[in-house]
């Protein structure tokens, strides 16, 4: 193992008593990069084009606060209370409505799991579906915090293709089938379908169908998670393929880009008898979610005209994103993107024989910083890329965080 490949936590922690004494599932654990930059990229000199994080900054505070302090006092005693493993009934019926502007209008509040986030929920549903060397097929880039999951549960995480379409079906149905000749066994396919991170790309309304198809022709189930779907920036929204079929997906999604992710609310909702699993594998892991977070969530829901907002952030993202791609446009035409429609990233290629990962240092000491592409790889990939977050920085700052980070491209194409 190189220098580079040791995980972080063992270079932290030196001559630890512990060392040798680990479950094998705690050696496969490793630091995401991303988490690794948090420290550096919060410098207030920084700018930080590197973290996935909502901007809060028009939430009613003010308003919601007062309501919150009278939700307290009237069911104080059930909010700070231990709560159901499935979550509060009442949020559980909330969630309907939000599904339902993808279509998804045959869901019940029985269908549904609240989680401590979306991350929660992808431990869970690896917990109940994956032994050692079982299969996760996963679109790459990978999203790292599923990566991260997957990985602790010691899955083989193999790649499926993405192109400017999303998931590519033949690309799926080709690794299914050798994964099973290889006698593996193939656990579910994770994807995310809308406006993904990294990638930035939407699975096409034409493609999920077939991706359905190529699911159940194999008993393979689908994991769809979703947490940027209502953030389309024009407003569009694309039919969830939890809405074409109630058997074959779970699907998640989460408060955290909508709404706030200190919340650590999400929700999952998947078909009975894995839905009566997780709720089991809830209950083993966190008894149950934060009652104080979801009547938060839910008072904020109830109160507020919540379409509005999402609606105000999207144009506020869709502004950032223009001001992002402008600026490539005017300072790195050399490099290669695809302009998302919604969500929070652009994948960003450069120029053949550079190393987004080698060059972050130097990013970071000329003020910028991104996430280097091989972050959202299980196997070295990604040095030809790099992940730029538009979400939290404004316009003004994403424009002079991409001349910052022209500037050392440029460096480095001349060296
Ligand atoms: N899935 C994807 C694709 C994400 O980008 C994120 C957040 N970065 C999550 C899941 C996790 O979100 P949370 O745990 O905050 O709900």
Request: charged share 25%.
């Amino acid at each position: 193992m190189s220098e580079t490949d040791t995980p972080p936590s063992s270079k932290v922690i030196r001559n630890d008593p512990w060392y040798g004494s680990y479950a094998a599932r705690a050696e496969a654990m490793r630091a995401s990069e991303i988490r690794a930059l948090f420290a550096v990229a919060s410098r207030p000199e920084v700018v930080s084009l590197a973290g996935g994080m909502p901007y809060l900054e028009y939430m009613p505070f003010k308003e919601l606060s007062e309501l919150i302090a009278k939700m307290m006092v009237e069911k104080g005693d059930v909010a700070w209370q231990y709560g159901s493993a499935q979550g509060d009934p009442h949020l559980r019926e909330d969630v309907l409505q939000i599904m339902e502007l993808e279509g998804i209008t045959d869901a019940q509040p029985d269908d549904v799991v609240i989680t401590n986030g979306s991350q929660n929920a992808l431990d869970l549903i690896t917990r109940i579906m994956c032994d050692p060397g079982d299969v996760v097929l996963s679109e790459a880039p990978n999203y790292v915090g599923a990566l991260g999951a997957f990985q602790s549960f010691q899955v083989e995480v193999v790649n499926v293709m993405l192109d400017e379409n999303g998931l590519i079906p033949e690309s799926l149905e080709q690794t299914i089938v050798e994964q099973r000749k290889l006698g593996k066994k193939v656990k579910f396919l994770y994807t995310v379908p809308n406006f993904h991170n990294p990638a930035g790309v939407t699975l096409s309304v034409e493609r999920r169908p077939r991706v359905l198809e190529i699911a159940r022709k194999y008993h393979v189930l689908i994991v769809e998670d979703n947490p940027y779907g209502l953030l389309g920036f024009d407003g569009q929204t694309y039919p969830a393929m939890r809405s074409m079929d109630n058997q074959n997906v779970v699907y998640l999604s989460s408060f955290s880009k909508i709404i706030a992710p200190g919340m650590r609310i999400a929700w999952m909702v998947a078909p009975p008898g894995i839905r009566q699993k997780l709720v089991l594998a809830n209950e083993a892991s966190v008894l149950c979610p934060p009652n104080m977070s979801q009547f938060t969530i839910a008072t904020y829901l109830d109160n507020f005209d919540w379409k509005k907002q999402i609606n105000d952030y999207r144009g506020m993202y869709k502004k950032r994103c223009d001001t992002m791609d402008a600026a490539l446009h005017e300072y790195l035409p050399y490099c290669s993107w695809n302009k998302p429609k919604g969500g929070f990233y652009i994948w960003l290629k450069i120029p053949e024989g550079l190393d987004s990962r080698a060059m972050l240092p130097r990013a970071v000491t000329a003020k910028v910083a991104y996430v280097a592409g091989t972050g959202f790889y299980n196997n070295g990939e990604g040095r030809d890329h790099m992940r730029l977050s538009f979400c939290y920085p404004t316009p003004d700052r994403i424009h002079e965080g991409i001349r910052r980070l022209a500037s050392v491209i440029d460096a480095e194409r001349e060296t």
